[in-house]
């Protein structure tokens, strides 16, 4: 940047050349490119290409951008804080197993704030994140960070980031992406509709005769998932693919 705003002023008391055509290799640059940076020099065998000053310059330059990236890249994380953004998200998955959404969210958010996102902890953390916004109606906020997480490193949140974006996918598809959310903040207002599939208090699927338990009880597991995807669940279907 620094190097841009020279070339708009001038480079050594010279007139920037602006080129006309608007293309992607189009930027402000000296009018003589050679005069200025040294183009067209004869480097002798040994020859200094810097000076010290100028190398000095570089190093430093090179360091302070090695240790952004790795900051950013979630590779330079204080162990306190790592540890103090894996105990929210650890409280966060304590409450988002009660189906406390509202309540788990808020710690998931904290973890989100001490940690980068694409750090484990912030990877994991996003990713429950979403869930929980995606359970609570705020879909649009949801699908955004699935979007952001379908790469992540972390074991486990590209895969189910990409699973989850394909429930977006077939809820447009069934049409039943604008379905009523569950907007108390728990997942009590659906428990009814999976226990009753579980249970076999619905008859919607009957064991055949020389079926063995096995492939019923996968038949049964295919039923609630069905169920999941027509009533809009996230939550419930995270829990159900980690089975």
């Known amino acids: 940047m620094a190097e841009m705003a020279e070339m708009e002023d001038g480079v050594g008391g010279e007139r920037a050349h602006k080129p006309a055509v608007a293309t992607w290799g189009v930027f402000p640059r000296p009018q003589n490119i050679s005069k200025t940076y040294g183009g067209g020099r004869n480097i002798r065998p040994g020859q200094a290409l810097e000076t010290e000053a100028e190398e000095e310059a570089r190093k430093q330059r090179v360091a302070a951008a090695l240790a952004e990236y790795r900051k950013v890249a979630g590779l330079d994380i204080e162990p306190e804080v790592e540890d103090a953004a894996m ?13 406390t959404l509202r309540a788990a969210l808020e710690k998931y958010e904290l973890a989100c704030e001490l940690v980068p996102l694409k750090s484990k902890v912030g990877g994991l953390a996003s990713l429950q994140k979403a869930v929980c916004l995606d359970s609570l109606g ?20 590209a895969k189910n980031s990409k699973r989850m974006m394909f429930g977006f996918q077939a809820a447009k598809e069934l049409k039943v992406d604008k379905m009523r959310a569950i907007n108390d903040g728990s997942v009590d207002a659906w428990r009814g509709y999976f226990d009753r599939a579980t249970d076999g208090t619905w008859a919607v699927y009957k064991r055949k005769e020389g079926e063995d338990e096995a492939d019923a009880a996968e038949e049964r597991r295919l039923v609630v998932l069905s169920l999941i995807l027509l009533l809009g669940a996230p939550i419930l279907t995270v829990a159900l693919l980690a089975t």
């Open 138 to 157: 705020r879909n649009e906020e949801a699908y955004s960070i699935y979007k952001r997480l379908r790469g992540h490193s972390a074991p486990g949140v």
């Open 87 to 99: 105990e929210l998200y650890e409280q966060g998955q304590a409450l988002f197993e009660k189906g």
